[in-house]
């Protein structure tokens, strides 16, 4: 009851924020929500037919380079604004975290009558974790993909185990998790086998089960990719050398930083009480019991030693066999990473067994303290509920500014007639799903996967400001998933609130190629000093005291 209380306590701010509580921008609601927003919208969700495009997303993306349609995060946006399934997310996925991990806990590790609240304090600090609720049970939920597989080891599983295993594909995202999942529960199986003398029927069932889910789930994606071919990604053209570090010393950067507080889309957090745990165990322990200590935990913090390295160094690997194979770079096999966070745990709750009552409470309080500290979504909303918010970190009310937009669509139809889907616009100095958030219909977008013939397409239209920017040309040339307009003056940043009162003094601009891209309206979030030059005319310029914005409307001019 405390740990849900717990649980209570934490939702409570955006509980009672609602659509003016802080949502993370970057690589969340800057690109998991406009694109679930608009399948369910523009009703193709479920549409996996070759042909089928979001009119609204780069003048016509495939469907099939969106996320599945069916994903409860889909399901979701069929029933509520973006801003509510955000929250009920956020609320479903912890605590589902959190019974999950107490499952586990009390079932495997932690079973005696005394030593529940121990397992009650464990499991809210894994619920408590910041990561991105957006990507569902991605990490949480593995606790519950464990829970199922050790009782299939252990004898005949229950119907919802083997419901568990397949309910999994649903609410994770195979890209990021599935392919690195069904490594490591095949790696389970065959030590099981080694230790057991013999397959167990159950487990490769079990295995069978999530990868069939998987491919039902994830069918849009191999479909398009694997069978119909229907784009080349822009990811082929993906070049590790440029886009990251090199060297040895980067690479033991990256992986030190993998190692002791994780990456941040699977869960930033400084593994600090684990590795105490483990220091207090080995300290305490018998000068006869030290040393199969140290080699039970030793093991535990050498696999994650070698996830880490492996991670870290991956971009390099990739960069050394890309000349040779151009097409590794397409797929991130790096992601490993995504299962650190339940190992960290289970190095944890091993240790805490060890240790008496009050270094459980200490290291627990710890785990919890740090967790929170870590959450800047988290310590943003408290923030927003004592009035002082940070100047760059909008809510998603003043984010989205829906009042604002709708002021600029009005505009365009009072002049023109055009309704947003008559038109095409692209966005400067603030991320494309704002627009798409608003209805607008955007040439730019923030995409993991769209053709590469389109950013070959849309190239010309920002060369220019590339040409000034050697920075920028790297972005978008070697990697290019944030298919935007650019200006040298801006740099990389997408968020130029109204406060900032920018003024961009050259903006270098094709607006032939706008116009075969069949854009009308530049919408940009800074001012434009010389928009003659660039082939734009000043339309206005919209604010609102509760938007995060104030929008300059440019139409491109005609021929």
């Given amino acids: 009851m405390l740990a849900l209380l717990g649980l209570l306590l934490f939702l409570l701010p955006y509980v009672v924020l609602q659509d003016h509580s802080y ?7 800057e690109a998991e929500f406009a694109i679930p927003y608009l399948l369910v919208k523009q009703k193709v969700a479920l549409d ?8 609204a997303v780069m003048d016509g993306l495939p469907r099939n380079a969106a996320r599945s349609g069916l994903s409860v995060t889909v399901g979701l946006f069929q029933l509520l604004p973006p801003w509510a399934v955000y929250l009920v997310q956020q609320g479903l996925v912890r605590l589902l975290g959190l019974l999950a991990m107490y499952a586990l806990l009390r079932r495997f590790w932690l079973g005696d009558a005394q030593q529940k609240a121990l397992a009650a304090g464990v499991a809210l600090c894994w619920a408590l974790l910041p990561l991105y609720t957006m990507y569902g049970m991605l990490v949480l939920g593995q606790a519950a993909l464990l829970l199922a597989f050790l009782e299939l080891r252990r004898g005949p599983a229950r119907w919802w185990h083997w419901l568990i295993i397949g309910a999994f594909p649903l609410w994770s995202i195979f890209a990021f998790v599935g392919p690195f999942v069904l490594a490591a529960l095949g790696l389970f199986v065959l ?11 159950r487990l490769v069932a079990g295995l069978l089960l999530l990868l069939g889910m998987y491919l039902v789930v994830e069918w849009p994606l191999f479909y398009s990719l694997l069978i119909a071919k229907q784009f080349v990604p822009h990811r082929l053209e993906f070049d590790m050398r440029l886009i990251n570090p090199m060297g040895l010393r980067a690479g033991l950067r990256s992986a030190g930083q993998f190692f002791f507080t994780g990456q941040y889309h699977a869960s930033r957090f400084l593994r600090l009480a684990a590795l105490l745990a483990v220091g207090a165990v080995i300290g305490r322990a018998p000068a006869g019991q030290r040393v199969a200590q ?7 913090l050498l696999v994650l030693a070698a996830l880490a390295f492996f991670s870290g160094f991956y971009p390099q690997l990739v960069a050394v066999v890309q000349p040779w194979l151009p097409a590794v770079g397409a797929f991130n096999f790096g992601r490993f990473h995504f299962l650190t966070p339940l190992l960290w745990f289970i190095v944890l709750v091993l240790a805490l067994r060890e240790l008496p009552n009050r270094w459980q409470v200490g290291l627990v309080s710890l785990q919890l303290l740090v967790g929170l500290a870590m959450n800047a979504e988290w310590l943003n909303n408290l923030r927003e509920l004592a009035g ?9 009310a003043a984010y989205v500014s829906a009042p604002l937009f709708e002021q600029v669509q009005q505009t365009i139809r009072q002049q023109t007639g055009l309704e947003p889907a008559d038109y095409r616009v692209a966005c400067l100095g603030f991320p494309p799903a704002v627009a798409q958030l608003n209805n607008f219909y955007t040439l730019d977008s923030y995409q993991n996967n769209y053709p590469l013939s389109y950013k070959h397409q849309f190239r010309p239209l920002i060369a220019g400001e590339l040409a000034k920017s050697p920075m920028l040309q790297t972005y978008f040339d070697a990697w290019g998933n944030r298919c935007f307009l650019f200006s040298a003056e801006l740099g990389k940043d997408f968020r130029v609130g109204a406060f900032q009162h920018r003024v961009v003094q050259d903006f270098t601009f094709d607006p032939s190629t706008f116009r075969k891209l069949r854009g009308r309206y530049v919408l940009a979030a800074t001012q434009l000093a010389r928009p003659a030059s660039s082939g734009l005319r000043p339309v206005g310029v919209f604010s609102r005291p509760d938007a995060y914005w104030r929008i300059y409307l440019y139409e491109v001019k005609s021929e």
Avoid: M, S
């Fill in 23 to 29: 949502i993370t921008i970057d690589d969340n609601l």
């Fill in 48 to 55: 996996y037919r070759p042909g089928v495009v979001l009119p």
């Fill in 191 to 201: 030590y099981d086998c080694w230790q057991a003398g013999r397959l167990k029927w």
């Fill in 294 to 300: 140290l080699r039970r935990f030793g093991a535990w």
């Fill in 388 to 396: 002082r918010p940070r100047a760059y970190e909008p809510n998603y």
